[in-house]
């Protein structure tokens, strides 16, 4: 699985987007890019996932660049309880031969403020 | 529908002493997961299974086992727990035929000294 790259920690404003990068210059081109976050103490959450075409949900924006090798969660209006520490990881989608294990880096701290 | 629950929540033990920690799932999901989380860490798989009777290691599989009797059930044991074992460790699971969202469970603190 390739390695992702996110910086250690951000900082927003509450009410304004938060724009969350994230390097993977080695992905192949079967592997996706997931977001999950991680809000303190409690378990992770998936939050948003995407191949090549920028994907959008109730939670989040993700856009991929076209070479693939990076890619910026967005949270439009982030709020406080979007405080969290989020982790971008790059890995194989679905189907009965993937296993799904996901490999977890540090991830990057948002810290939204009032 | 309570997701995915883990027990117990908080333990201590001794070094040496052996403990089983139970993850129970009510989405009949086909996958799941044993993480642990050291201190300002991301999560590390220690074991997962993709079906009942079916288990398999992850990255820090050393000193623990797991089985999976029931789909619903993930147990991992610790047969002789040491301090390097102290973490917060999180259950997951998901659906077979999905991407790969997880759920994951609440948490187990343990701490042995």
């Known amino acids: 699985d390739a390695k992702t790259t996110q910086p250690t920690s951000m900082d927003c404003a509450e009410g304004r987007a938060a724009n969350l990068p994230c390097n993977h210059s080695?992905?192949?081109?079967?592997?996706?890019v997931y977001w999950y976050r991680q809000i303190h103490s409690q378990g992770p959450q998936y939050i948003i996932h995407?191949?090549?075409n920028n994907e959008t949900n109730e939670m989040a924006s993700l856009i991929i660049t076209e070479d693939r090798k990076s890619s910026t969660l967005i949270l439009p209006h982030a709020t406080l309880r979007d405080t969290a520490v989020y982790y971008c990881?790059?890995?194989?989608?679905?189907?009965?031969?993937?296993?799904?294990?996901?490999?977890f880096g540090q991830g990057t701290t948002l810290q939204v403020k009032p | 529908n309570a997701g995915v629950t883990q027990t117990p929540k908080f333990r201590v033990l001794k070094t040496g002493q052996s403990m089983t920690l139970l993850c129970a799932q009510d989405?009949?999901?086909?996958?799941m997961y044993w993480y642990r989380q050291d201190p300002g860490m991301g999560l590390r798989l220690i074991h997962y299974?993709?079906?009942?009777?079916?288990?398999a290691k992850g990255e820090v599989p050393d000193g623990y086992n797991v089985s999976r009797l029931k789909k619903q059930n993930f147990l991992l044991g610790l047969e002789s727990a040491a301090p390097s074992q102290t973490s917060v460790y999180f259950c997951?699971?998901?659906?077979?035929?999905?991407?790969?969202?997880?759920?994951f469970g609440p948490g187990t603190r343990l701490t042995v000294l």
């Open positions: 997951a699971s998901r659906r077979q035929s999905s991407y790969n969202e997880q759920f």
């Open positions: 080695t992905i192949s081109g079967n592997e996706y």
């Open positions: 995407g191949l090549k």
């Open positions: 990881i790059v890995g194989v989608q679905h189907g009965s031969s993937n296993t799904g294990k996901l490999i």
């Open positions: 989405m009949n999901h086909e996958y």
């Open positions: 299974s993709v079906g009942e009777g079916t288990t």
